[in-house]
């Protein structure tokens, strides 16, 4: 597969009043694969936000490299470049919408970038039948719900044809209904389109619908795998200040108590199936 972001090497530090850095990143080396959906976890102040700022050279590296779509992000003319192939919606929805009309909001980018009325046209209509929001096209955006205005957001970063969608926790000012539409809306852009998406978030249930989930610690990555691999570790995650999905943690607390389950499990169903077998298990002790 083409791997779409890299990072070699990775540091990142903020300036102190020293004129030294404080370092938030060490040392990431990072790849993710055109067409993955990405998970990254990490506990306030991990530095997991600070690496998804480097993936379309919001922020530029103190140290090592990230190359997005070929390009070195270092290179001050390639910018326009990496963001086409890369972008960025935020946590607060209300942060990104410009326009008091949706589907002007979701053209705003391209005709400030010169796209032909045409193109804009077919691509805002595109974008907002992606996304389920076609048909509030021409309502005002401080009307629509939470979960309504993240997925506009997410349309206006469609309509510049990304390779790649980064969502720095887009669900965490939305209700369960919300965080729902956002979460089917990214799985369908993966599924549907082929857009490599890489969620930051610290809601579990999300990072069990990745392909892959990669933990930072502290600026350092601490695990890098399938969800089912990374959440086996509940004892090294709840370490570093990190939840595990709920039905993980059930099973985990039963192991606790000496009963044999296997290790993996993710969710509610697989947990209620691996209960039933292990009561079969205990045969008839009435007698």
Known sequence: MQIIIETQHLTFGYPKEDDTLAEVLHGIDLSIEQGQFVAVLGHNGSGKSTLAKHFNAILLPSGGRVIVAGFDTMEEDKLYDIRQNVGMVFQNPDNQIVATIVEEDVAFALENLGVEP???????????????????????????????????????????????????????????????EVLRTIKQLKEEYGITIVLITHYMEEAVQADRVVVVD???????????????????????????????????????????????????????????????GLGDVSH
């Open 118 to 180: 045409k193109e804009i046209r077919r691509r805002v209509d595109e974008a907002l039948k992606a996304v389920g929001m076609y048909e509030y096209r021409g309502h005002a955006p401080h009307q629509l719900s939470g979960g309504q205005k993240q997925r506009v957001a997410i349309a206006g970063i469609i309509a510049m044809r990304p390779q790649c969608i980064v969502l720095d926790e887009p669900t965490a000012m939305l209700d369960p209904r919300g965080r729902k």
């Open 218 to 280: 502290n600026g350092n990555l601490l695990l890098d795998g399938t969800p089912r691999e990374v959440f086996s570790h509940v004892k090294l995650l709840k370490e570093v200040g990190l939840d595990v999905p709920q039905a993980t943690e059930l099973i985990y607390e039963l192991q606790k108590e000496g009963i044999s389950f296997p290790d993996g499990i993710l969710t509610e169903d697989e947990c209620v199936d691996a209960i039933v077998n292990w009561m079969e």
